[in-house]
């Protein structure tokens, strides 16, 4: 297998996470989406990463796709069979997903040319983050998001979290969520959260 991404998008981050926890051996090539020699939409029409190029040169693309397959394939588990169990781990999924999407379209926006740029657009955004945040913290009442244990929920969160630590410490900083803040220091002694990060 290829995974073809960017390093410092959460999206591809998650994915790079859970294979570092299943140990499935999977080659990683480091494509930018936006730059002029990206190959990206070779393997996604869509132009976006994280893409998944199989053994038999099938693609998947979109990283909750990618997160199913590989999470069948041997190994532990992390999005459980259970579907009430499952339906919550995809809510947290969303919701660290909405994180990573606003979170990226402020950054997206801060490259364009300075005249360009539509400070309410990045407002709107930073209140999408914000509010996702909020909910975050009030959700996460317990050492881990769902069913006392490590799951998919957990993964999809850190990296959306590592995501703000890695773009926006100051700007964002994840002291405000006391809860999310300790969270987050601890799962980044994880093995596969430590060797999945990109230094700021």
């Not at 990206?38 to 990618?66: A, H, M, W, Y």
């Not at 364009?112 to 709107?124: D, F, M, N």
């Not at 881990?144 to 900083?173: S, V």
Request: glycine fraction near 6%; charge should be neutral; aromatic fraction near 8%.
């Amino acid at each position: 297998m290829k995974l073809i991404t960017s390093f410092t998008s959460p999206f591809g981050r998650k994915i790079r996470i859970l294979l570092i926890e299943k140990s499935l051996p999977c080659d990683v090539v480091e494509d930018i989406p936006w730059n002029a020699d990206t190959q990206t939409p070779n393997f996604n029409p869509l132009g976006k990463v994280p893409v998944l190029v199989l053994d038999d040169g099938e693609t998947l693309f979109d990283s909750r796709v990618i997160a199913e397959y590989l999470d069948a394939l041997p190994g532990p588990q992390f999005i459980p069979a259970d579907h009430a169990a499952r339906i919550r781990v995809k809510r947290w999924e969303a919701l660290a997903d909405g994180i990573g999407d606003a979170a990226a379209a402020i950054f997206i926006e801060r490259k364009r040319a300075p005249e360009k740029q539509s400070a309410e657009w990045i407002a709107r955004q930073r209140g999408k983050v914000e509010a996702a945040l909020d909910e975050a913290e009030r959700r996460l009442v317990g050492e881990w998001c769902e069913d006392n244990r490590y799951t998919w929920a957990d993964i999809t969160l850190a990296a959306a979290l590592g995501y703000l630590q890695l773009r926006y410490r100051e700007e964002i900083p994840l002291t405000r969520w006391p809860r999310l803040a300790a969270y987050i220091n601890r799962l980044n002694t994880r093995a596969s959260i430590a060797g999945s990060a990109v230094a700021g």
